[in-house]
């Protein structure tokens, strides 16, 4: 071992290949089928269930659990599939504490929901280890939609307007499908190539053909789409990545937090992936949380979370705030970067206190000094290359509740529409009742 | 702590649990370490005439059905009567009752419905000193078939016959076990009586297939393929057996028979269950079966708070006091009224009671838009049932109306009268189908 978590500087190969492949393995580790029967038994099988309505892809939460417990975990993976293509991806990474398990019974009984996102992975990952596809396509209507972006959003829309017996062609800008599942989430979230396999999996149903390195933009435009393709679904996600907006902030070593992740998400040999000895993470979602994690995981020994507003505003649940805290990350909350210090590399970042004066955001006098030799900006992404013609809402291509926007032919969902929190499962709702929308306009015109 | 001696037909032990004729109690090993667990008294598994033992079968002789988190709660035997020796048998048994000469120690009995048989055994047995003898008329598997067990206990005339001899042969305290796979427990208790017997226990197993292999097509347990019904027993045989015990209790033919209850106690409250009822003692299996003998322990402490919270200082107050209020539905009061009430602090949002109310009982709960329910008086009849379906114990009770209230159902005035079917106008053999419920 060349380095150690000691070694100065940005250093790979800090850990030993065992401690690399502990803190990289599965976050919450699969359920065997006495855990999944022990689990499943705490359903109260809830009428008009509570966690139906928190899920955003609205799966029969209560149905597919007594599938589980009564010994038929296929029969509760087609529960969930009907609703959400994605359900094993969402089981791993849905932040479940806020959505179906916050809203449990169980939890409002005793602190301890029913472990629902767990069993949704023991249901999802049964179906899927027979390689069998749940669903079949209609008879082909002859009818081509074309979807931009092959992330969750967009698979999911493909997915169905497949099953409905349109062609799709997708079209994404990197080499691999799986958009943020493949790229942008924490690699201990979904171990052993699981977003490509997914999409593989999914791609079973048939009349799916996906293009790689095809962004939109030069060669490829909204405008050939729509003349090429009966519809159009734009599942482009946010691009952008927002500035600190801070004096050095170009100074080598720092980086945006999404690149970091999806470089270690790619890489073959995690020991490969260099990390600073002191990391500083600036913001407060998902993704500076995913980042500060996983740098502590590859071996940096300070890691610091920095966010400029108070606790209770932190983009991050409070599961994922534990989780880093417990990883040993620090969390420092209300302080904004002031300024990137250092001659060519950062080597400091200097600080400030915030506070709230009546919702506006402002510095105080107290400043402090971080040390870092890398330095990852998770302030948030927005949206980049969006075609030309269709209104903007909020930073967002605006959509109306069927997911369709100002060009009555373009559709667009996921993290680039407007409505949606920014969530897997949401960008798969979204894709789903968007590809619905698109199949009743294209089954009226005959 | 409370006195929980027991004396029940003479037969005195420390407390009133006895572990029932059954596997616990095949063998001097087993006893031995029930009666340094606690029990307080045994009755020997069933012992068969002397000669080859009988065979049990090879494979599987249990099966089970389960509640939540896989909690046994039935379970299902083809085993028949000892499989050991005679001789060995009643060896063990006279060691362990001289080792233990405070605790109770019956013998079950089987053999062939004929007088020499029956008058060939008991002398032996009554050598070893033991307390007692248990006549098995009960098991409804195996031995069945071979005219002995349930055959006999299906049979009033055989029981009160093979009774008799009993008692006429020996100084020891005889029980009768009748079988409850009968349409009226009340004839072969009487049968016993008229016999001459001390005491009846009940209930033994109930016929029963507990689940069948669904890949091999096949009754369970499966023996090479094939299943036969066995004899059902457990926490899930609890309330027939309670019914059965009460009806004898009830009986003005058997009212002074003593009883020796069986079926499912699991806990000191089914215990005590089992004697307010009129059992004066309580025989365990499957729990012990389940959890082991250390169960009893559970069942002392439990008992004895009870008792000493209520001032009760020994068990044989318990014994029939619920006896009284047993009665024949139309003996209730149809002037009583009860409303369901949910409490709301306590209250989870689950929504199964309005689930089960509005699609299978009387619409009476309503649901709103933030997941309150509430029971809308005028429709609710006091049915029970969200009480029964609701997880949280002690959130929906039944609250009696007051007399001189409004039932808003009805719209009538609750009666402070006691009215039943009897004299209600709706009898057609009502005996005083002129008078009106309300006055």
Redesign the interface.
Known sequence: MPNDMLAPGIQGGRLSPDAYARNFSDLHPPMDDHEALVAADRCYFCHDAPCMDACPTTIDIPLFIREISTGVPTAAAKTIFAQNIMGGMCARVCPTETLCEEVCVRETAEHEPVQIGRLQRYATDALMATGEHPFSRAADTGKRVAVVGAGPAGMSAAHRLAMHGHSVTVFDARPKPGGLNEYGIAAYKAPDGFAQAEVDWLMKIGGIEVKHDSPIGADMTLESLKAEFDAVFLAIGLRGVNALRAEGENLQNVEDAVDFIARLRQAEDLASVPVGRNVIVIGGGMTAVDAAVQSKLLGAEHVTMVYRREKACMGASEFEQELATSKGVQIIYAAAPVKVLGDTAVEAVEFAYTRDNNGTLELTEETFILPADQLFKAIGQRLDGAPDGLEIEGGKIRVNDSGQTSDPKVWAGGDCATGGDDLTVTAVAEGRDAAEDINAKLSAEG | MADLTSNFIGIKSPNPFWLASAPPTDKEYNVRRAFEAGWGGVVWKTLGEDGPPVVNVNGPRYGAIFG???RLIGLNNIELITDRPLQQNLREIKAVKRDYPDRAVVVSLMVPCEEEAWKTILPVVEETGADGIELNFGCPHGMAERGMGSAVGQVPEYIEMVTRWCKQTTRMPVIVQPTPNITDIRKPAEAAHRGGADAVSLINTINSIVSVDLDNFAPEPTIDGWGAHGGYCGPAVKPIALNMVAEIARNPETANLPISGIGGVTTWRDAAEFMALGAGNVQVCTAAMTYGFKVVQEMISGLSEYMDERGITSTAEIVGRAVPNVKDWQDLNLNYIAKAKIDQDKC?????C??ACEDTSHQAIT?SDD?VFEVQNDECVACNLCVNVC??EGCITMEAQAPGTIDERTGKVVSDKYENWTTHPNNPSGKMCNVMPDG
């Open positions: 939540g988190d896989r989870i949002a689950c929504g199964r309005f689930a649901m997941r997880p949280v």
